[in-house]
């Protein structure tokens, strides 16, 4: 049965969820961790790409039934036979358990596109992030104190599960030491994530919590329809395209490796350029200078052009579908402590903004393509969202942050705008005086977006603020200005500068957030004084929660300040400063990300396949007659906890994804 059958039948709902704590480690679930090899590099593809090749191989399983003995299985004879690995109702515990379902699905005979249900596994990843401990199983166990893992996996791994200088695979007698090393890490790796999730103490926050996982395990198994062939062309011109841009750049500057970022910086210097970097943000700022020499501007023109994001998701596209002609695995669940999701590999989440005006001017450049007609770098930036091709019916929230932060602050004129359908960002700019205070919609929508969180002027400048002057304006003059739109927004709304005051507060203090318009809707927030951390519980019943909150020095943008500090969730570790304005905005995007995890929820029941999500936008699978009324429908068909808050969404049909 298929993913999509799963979910029109109904197979996905389990009559019996596990979920919390003594639901999932009753002493009956089976702890895994694998070691694996195959020529695919992971860093470049998915692990539906990586167990699809030939020379792909499960090398040991160390396993344990609930806090029993810890044992080994090598090779694939072995591990089939591990007690319970394949019955559907003993549940399996793993790290980035998505990795181990579809390894072990392989490892079944199931066909590419079939996986073991997501419902068999627990993630003890997404149970980290759920309470707020770093991702990485390393420093999920340190921040519980309880068994550390082994950091010698790192070169162990290289070494065995990743093709040798000689193209193929170390076998254990050729190093037999280092080999029972990598058993030793394997075994430990269970040993520990064992160790860290009873520590832990707890299951899923809620039910609901627990079937968002589920419904993305279902949705990444699903994945994207690619037009790989159009990826192959793309990329092929975009190399063409480079090859004559490093020419031509060696020409103007001279340099060895105009490719170089010190080269080039040191280039620039002696134009008399000094910047401290060359990414897409630094060079668009150096091109707005009026100052700037002609051959200056040509030169970081073509810089931007050959660091065009295109290069990479051409060939993300190209190595990581799978040959029925799906891309799986594009999101990752939970990369933050609101719980929203993030993009993998192709990165839905962060395509380029660049898009053609209309179907027309799409169809040309893909015609030009496949007749090996080379078209310029910035079209190729814009044929990466049509990679996604379909048919789609897509659909998105409007206005959501907007809409939620009025509606948590208890600002009624935003809400009663938004009731009556009006635009918000004309309102807003009416608010605080309409043409007569040089306020047009440009204006509005610019402060809304920099507004709303606490920003001042320093935020209008990141959302755009620039483009509300000449092209030119040194940022000292446009900083008074913009500052002077900020107070005027903060004056016009009252309600969301006390939301911010009173947040913040409740983050050090502890408290309640109760708003008029929330009627059925409260946010607590719950201090922890002997372990620091923070439970901020959302109306959904899942808290936000900040492990080891400290006030302490913190070094932001060259200098020193007091701030208070959590431990980071994200893989990479380290602590997160929590500013005011951080504090506000996670709130809102939690409930934005419960809202868009509702109307997965919705969405899958109506059994309608989710192709991926991106911020807050669903794309599904299919069109028919009435596709664009029904997905609007039911991802506006709100959880009883969001009573009062005006939701609205709009959609389209298409045949290759686009920016609507």
């Known amino acids: 049965m298929t993913v999509a059958e799963d979910i029109r039948t109904g197979a996905l709902f389990k009559p019996q969820l596990r979920w919390t704590f003594d639901d999932i480690f009753d002493g009956t679930e089976l702890h895994l961790d694998i070691e694996t090899y195959s020529s695919v590099d ?54 980035n358990s998505d990795f181990e379902r579809v390894n072990f699905s392989r490892l079944k005979g199931l066909p590419v596109g079939q996986y073991i249900d997501p419902a068999e596994y627990v993630d003890t990843m997404a149970l980290a992030s759920c309470w707020g401990c770093p991702r990485s199983l390393k420093g999920f166990t340190q921040a519980l104190g309880g068994e550390q893992k082994d950091q010698a996996g790192g070169r162990l791994i290289n ?40 520590r832990l103490g707890r299951g899923f926050p809620t039910e609901q919590e627990r079937m968002c996982n589920i419904e993305h395990g279902h949705i990444v198994d699903y994945g994207m329809r690619m037009d790989v062939p159009l990826a192959r062309l793309g990329k092929q011109c975009f190399e063409a395209n480079k090859r004559t841009d490093l020419g031509r750049l060696k020409e103007l500057t001279g ?31 150096l091109l707005d200078r009026e100052d700037l020499p002609a051959d200056v501007r ?62 027309e001017q799409q169809d040309e450049a893909i015609a030009k393509l496949r007749k090996r007609i080379r078209i310029p770098t910035a079209d190729l930036n814009k044929l990466i969202r049509p990679l996604i091709i379909g048919p789609l019916t897509v659909a998105d929230y409007s206005a959501i942050e907007a809409r939620l932060t009025s509606w948590v602050a208890g600002e009624e004129e935003p809400i009663r705008t938004f009731e009556e359908g009006g635009d918000i960002y004309v309102a807003t700019a009416e608010a605080m005086g309409g043409e007569a205070a040089g306020m047009n919609r440009q204006k509005g929508k610019t402060t809304v977006l920099a507004c709303g969180y606490g920003g001042g002027a320093g935020a209008m400048l990141k959302m755009g603020g620039a483009s509300l002057f000449p092209k030119g304006t040194p940022e000292e003059a446009m900083r008074p200005e913009l500052q002077a739109l900020v107070n005027k927004w903060r004056e016009t709304h009252p309600c969301i500068v006390q939301l911010w005051d009173t947040l913040t507060e409740c983050f050090i203090y502890g408290g309640t957030w109760r708003s008029p318009l ?32 400290k006030y302490e020095t913190v070094r932001v943008k060259y200098r020193s300040r007091r701030a208070w500090t959590c431990m980071s969730v994200d893989s990479k570790g380290g602590r997160d400063v929590m500013s005011p304005m951080k504090v506000v905005e996670n709130v809102i995007q939690a409930l934005g990300r419960d809202l868009l995890a509702h109307a997965i929820h919705n969405v899958t029941r109506a059994g309608i396949p989710i192709v991926t999500h991106i911020h807050d936008e669903i794309v599904t699978e299919g069109v028919d007659r009435d596709s664009v009324d029904r997905l609007v429908s039911l991802m506006c068909d709100a959880p009883d906890w969001a009573e009062g808050l005006p939701l609205a969404a709009a959609g389209y049909t298409t045949d290759r994804y686009r920016k609507d």
């Open 42 to 95: 992971l860093s470049k593809a998915t692990v539906y790409k990586y167990v699809e090749v030939e020379d792909w191989q499960i090398l040991i399983c160390s396993w344990a039934i609930g806090q029993g003995e810890v044992h080994t299985a090598y090779g694939h004879d072995q591990i089939r036979e591990i007690p319970g690995l394949f019955d559907p109702d003993v549940l399996k515990v793993a790290h």
């Open 159 to 198: 070494m065995f599960s990743k093709p040798n200088r000689r193209g193929g695979r170390t076998l254990p007698e050729e190093r037999p030491e280092d080999w029972q090393r990598y058993v030793d890490y394997n075994r430990q790796d269970v040993v520990s994530m064992r160790d860290a999730v009873y």
């Open 255 to 285: 340099l060895a490796n105009p490719n170089s970022g010190p080269q080039m910086k040191g280039w620039l210097v002696d134009q008399g350029i000094v910047t401290d970097s060359l990414d897409k943000k630094h060079v668009a700022e």
């Open 298 to 359: 040509e030169v970081l023109a073509i810089k931007t052009r050959v660091s065009a994001a295109a290069a990479s998701k051409f060939d993300v596209a190209i190595k990581a579908t799978n040959r029925d002609g799906r891309l799986r695995g594009t999101l990752t669940y939970g990369k933050a402590n609101t719980m929203r999701w993030a993009g993998a590999t192709f990165s839905p989440q962060n395509m380029p903004r660049d898009h053609f005006d209309d179907d």
């Open 518 to 549: 929330m009627p059925k809707a409260e946010i607590t927030y719950e201090v922890d004084k002997r372990t620091g951390a923070r439970y901020v519980w959302l109306p959904s019943g899942r808290p936000i929660v900040y492990q080891n909150c």
